[in-house]
T-cell receptor, first 115, second 115 residues
Framework: AQTVTQSQPEMSVQEAETVTLSCTYD???????LFWYKQPPSRQMILVIR??????QNATENRFSVNFQKAAKSFSLKISDSQLGDTAMYFC????????????FGPGTRLSVLP | NAGVTQTPKFQVLKTGQSMTLQCAQD?????MSWYRQDPGMGLRLIHY???????DQGEVPNGYNVSRSTTEDFPLRLLSAAPSQTSVYFC??????????????FGPGTRLTVL
């Protein structure tokens, strides 16, 4: 069974600074996707970024980038130039090619951006 | 284009009552799913469907029923509500259950409290 771990229940960062959220996962699959979702106080789940396991190049989306280490099964999210609107819960998620292709989510990290 | 819609947004039930959480999507997606979100546990899959007439259990199916009579709708039924079912419920959909590249869209969530 796949599992996703986020070891930081809460984090805070000063506005305009950089913060890194950690995620590790466990799987025996070779073909899979990894995701970071953002959940602001509105409760809406918003896709931030995704990474395909077979791609060695780390994904980037504007101020968001990942550090994907496949051998270590690590998938961290870096937020640069943090903004107040980045305050949210962040969930790391995994989806494999097999097993119904269902998502497995980590427990989340609550990020607070301080003015 | 409404995306994924859920009703109601909030609901309070007494133990033993039954109710149906509604979910609809207008994107002609084959795959739909229900998650529950509890503090410190991320999102856990309850049931999912890969197409009209086809449903399957996820990680935490006990106490919940689903049906998929149309492509658009995927209601979640609580037959006899229990306090352990107090949670936030999310419906999600994506184009296919088979392609890793398909983006998953989430509804706005339903906050359910069982007294």
């Amino acid at each position: 069974a796949q599992t996703v771990t986020q070891s930081q229940p809460e984090m805070s960062v000063q506005e305009a600074e950089t913060v890194t959220l950690s995620c590790t996962y466990d799987t025996s699959e070779n073909n899979y996707y990894l995701f970071w979702y953002k959940q602001p106080p509105s409760r809406q789940m918003i896709l931030v970024i995704r990474q395909e396991a077979y791609k060695q190049q780390n994904a980037t989306e504007n101020r968001f980038s990942v550090n994907f280490q496949k051998a270590a099964k690590s998938f961290s999210l870096k937020i640069s130039d943090s903004q107040l609107g980045d305050t949210a819960m962040y969930f790391c998620a995994f989806r494999a090619d097999l097993g119904g292709q269902n998502f497995v989510f980590g427990p989340g990290t609550r990020l607070s951006v301080l003015p | 284009n409404a995306g994924v819609t859920q009703t109601p947004k909030f609901q309070v039930l007494k133990t033993g009552q039954s109710m149906t959480l509604q979910c609809a999507q207008d994107m002609n997606h084959e795959y739909m799913s229900w998650y529950r979100q509890d503090p410190g546990m991320g999102l856990r899959l309850i049931h999912y469907s890969v197409g009209a007439g086809i449903t399957d259990q996820g990680e935490v199916p006990n106490g919940y029923n689903v049906s998929r009579s149309t492509t658009e709708d995927f209601p979640l039924r609580l037959l006899s509500a229990a306090p352990s079912q107090t949670s936030v419920y999310f419906c999600a959909s994506r184009l296919s259950g088979q392609r890793l590249t398909d983006t998953q869209y989430f509804g706005p969530g339903t906050r359910l409290t069982v007294l």
